[in-house]
């Protein structure tokens, strides 16, 4: 028994890397609205970035550096998403707090971080951005827990080569 669950418990190995299709998946936006990923891939560019936690300092500087380049994602018309375990009410606080113009979505069962296997450090959920092209495949993934600005040009530079 204990061999089955290692083989279906998610791992490192079963990260989402460049290559693989964007998993299919519907959790609720930061104003309670069920966003669904089938209804995006196709159309544009995705950069999906998971994130510990809302208003936190790392994660607030990389929440504030995707606003801050927002208009450089929209010029490569890719629509950015932030994922956390967090609930809607605190997206949504944390959202107008900042002034974020993006998506974030609530996983508070960690059920779509552990789809894309984002990996853990100790007890803090881990940081990974993942830039999807129009077809619904990963073409970059970046992880780093210290440095949340760097998502953000690894995401631009990623872009930037799909073009």
Not at 3 to 12: D, E, G, K, L
Not at 18 to 46: H, M, R, S, Y
Not at 81 to 90: H, L, P, Q, R
Not at 102 to 128: A, C, E, M, N, Y
């Amino acid at each position: 028994m204990a061999a089955f669950f290692q083989f279906w418990s998610p791992s490192a190995d079963a990260q989402i890397k460049a290559g693989d299709k964007v998993p299919e998946f519907k959790l609720q936006d930061q104003n309670g609205n069920t966003f669904d990923i089938a209804t995006v891939v196709g159309k544009q560019p995705l950069v999906i970035y998971f994130y510990p936690k809302d208003e936190t300092s790392v994660c607030t500087k990389e929440a504030c550096s995707f606003r801050d380049s927002y208009e450089d994602f929209k010029k490569y018309g890719a629509m950015v998403i932030g994922i956390s375990s967090d609930n809607v009410a605190s997206h949504k606080s944390f959202a107008t707090h900042h002034n974020l113009p993006f998506t974030l979505l609530s996983d508070p069962d960690q059920k779509v971080r552990k789809l894309f296997g984002v990996p853990k450090t100790f007890v803090i959920p881990g940081r990974v951005t993942y830039i999807v092209d129009k077809k619904g495949v990963v073409v970059h993934t970046f992880n780093s827990m210290k440095d949340g600005e760097k998502h953000v040009t690894e995401s631009l530079e990623a872009l930037k080569k799909m073009n």
